[in-house]
């Protein structure tokens, strides 16, 4: 991936998890949580590179993430994050497709994951965090 690529993506995850904090204060924890999954997924998507085929899956990003192949050196995300994101993952179809309405506990553990993802993929990166606080 070409480094302006990876700026412009890395800011789509960075707006996606302020967003969410956002939405978090209205009270609107399905929306929270659908923009904390696409920080995750974006962050996800930086740190993995460009996909192997067409586009990253989903459901199957996280088993290319979690391995920690992107690292230096190599090392194995923690088991509880990998666990808060396919959580997150679950919460967010649960969300958009099973119109289940999430509550403040939800969204409150999404910006959680993703703000853990986001200074993991910072920190790999040496991406600048915006200003914001994670």
Do not use: K
Not at 6 to 25: F, K, P, R, S, V
Not at 88 to 113: G, I, M, Q, W
Not at 116 to 124: D, N, Q, T, Y
Request: aromatic content about 10%.
């Amino acid at each position: 991936m070409d480094p302006q690529r990876q700026q412009t993506l890395w800011a789509i995850a960075l707006e996606n998890y302020q967003a969410a904090g956002l939405m978090a204060q209205q009270g609107w924890h399905n929306v929270s949580v659908a923009c904390s999954y696409y920080s995750v997924f974006t962050a996800m998507w930086v740190a993995l590179g460009d996909p192997p085929g067409r586009r990253w899956e989903h459901a199957g990003i996280v088993e290319y993430f979690a391995p920690g192949q992107w690292r230096t050196p190599p090392t194995p995300i923690e088991r509880a994050l990998t666990r808060g994101i396919r959580r997150l993952y679950a919460d967010r179809l649960a969300a958009n497709y099973r119109a289940v309405h999430l509550s403040s506990l939800e969204s409150t553990a999404s910006l959680t994951t993703a703000s853990h993802v986001l200074r993991l993929v910072a920190g790999a990166y040496s991406l600048s965090q915006g200003g914001i606080i994670l």
